[in-house]
């Protein structure tokens, strides 16, 4: 009787830890305060470190590359390869970075991150029905080619919600001359060609830092769409954006523009 009575006491139990209604709750709790508490501080973590570190290493990759390479080889060209050889600043022509500021974002030394307005030039253009134009500066393009993707439809649009997040932390963390640095590093120059280096040699056959204030602007004109324009091959669109990125280059004063405080 008395071993009756034990097993009686532990069914008890046992029933009592899986009565429907009161465990689930609790789990249920707990996978919530995960979901809208521990997730979101374990990104702002994970992105803030992840922009800490770049700062002072070198990326040996970015999210667009990697798309690259996915691209490839979803199209069967298992022998593509990137052409991509970081160089610091101080192996870089200062005439690069300069036509790049002067071609995509002349107001690169000023703002902290966003342009507004040149964001609201942009909306008033758009708003007749013109070619679109887009506004993104140089830091936001960085963040984007970083760290991820081009995307569409839904995609686009949390693509650009994470680019605004990751601007912020660029612009906090790293000084003006590393932000222009990788970026002169990283952005894709021609098909599968990526930064100062790889394309002064595809392009041109010397080092980056002979780059001449021609050829400076001739890389800086193909952007953003480097695929669609050749730096090899300069069409007359091309040839009108160089002699145009030439005269901003002039107009803003020269290398001595970029030399930050």
Known sequence: MGHDGADSTNLGESAALTVPGISKPRHRRRWLRWVFFRLPLLFVVATVLQVAVLRFVDPPLTAFMVGRYVEAWSEGDR????????????????????ALVAAEDQNFPAHDGFDFKAIEKARAHNAKGRKVRGASTISQQLA?????????????????????????????????????????????????????????????????????????????????????????KPGPYVQRRSRSIERQMRALGGVAYLQFD
């Open 79 to 98: 022998s593509f390869a990137l052409a991509y050889d970081w160089r610091n600043a101080d192996q870089i022509s200062k005439l690069l970075p300069l």
């Open 144 to 232: 984007k080619n970083l760290f991820l993707w081009r995307g569409s439809g839904v995609t686009r649009w949390l693509r650009k919600g994470l680019e605004v997040w990751y601007t912020v932390l660029i612009e906090a963390l790293w000084p003006k001359e590393r932000i222009i640095e990788v970026y002169a590093n990283v952005i894709e120059y021609g098909d599968g060609v990526y930064g100062a280096q790889a394309a002064a040699r595809r392009f041109f056959r010397k080092d980056a830092s002979r780059l001449t204030a021609a050829e400076a602007a001739r890389l800086a004109a193909v952007l953003p769409n480097p695929r669609k324009y050749s730096v090899a």
